[in-house]
């Protein structure tokens, strides 16, 4: 499934993280569909080096490819914005001068200003396939 050294993204259950991907590496296989990762961003509470957490595959996807990059998104769509080292899921909810937009979040009924850099387009990982539905919905209703 996953290989030492394969670049994915975590996800936890972890009160005020639901819902956010993580940059990770995976270390190790550390059991049937268990994994130790390494975190990109996030660092141990001595500073001393990059987290390590043990996963379960349900909560590990590969990391998505570098072709979902866009040069500019669009109202109503479905974005991932990068907010204390995760990507959180939200939707652009006006768009700003000067490649700035603002993201409403669902879950915490937040709204926020996002650089374009720090926005990737949303996608899930189903059935081991990247999708992406707000694309497709937008085609179909003709937004």
């Known amino acids: 499934m996953f290989s030492k050294g394969t670049l994915v993204e975590v996800s936890t259950d972890e009160d005020g993280f639901e819902g956010a991907w993580f940059a990770a590496t995976i270390v190790k296989a550390v059991g049937k569909d268990k994994f130790l990762v390494q975190y990109q ?6 500073d001393s080096g990059f987290l390590t957490e043990e996963f379960d595959a349900l909560h590990i996807r590969p990391s998505p490819p570098e072709t979902f990059v866009v040069d500019r998104f669009n109202l109503f769509e479905e974005v991932d914005a990068l907010y204390n080292d995760g990507w959180w899921v939200g939707v652009i909810s006006k768009v700003l001068g000067g490649s700035k937009y603002l ?3 669902r879950d915490t009924d937040e709204e926020m200003e996002f ?6 387009l949303h996608h899930d990982w189903i059935d081991g396939k990247w999708i992406m539905a707000s694309r497709a919905l937008m085609k179909l ?3």
């Open 103 to 105: 993201i409403y979040f």
């Open 41 to 46: 961003s996030l660092r141990t509470d001595d």
């Open 115 to 120: 650089k374009h850099s720090d926005l990737r």
């Open 141 to 143: 209703f003709n937004l």
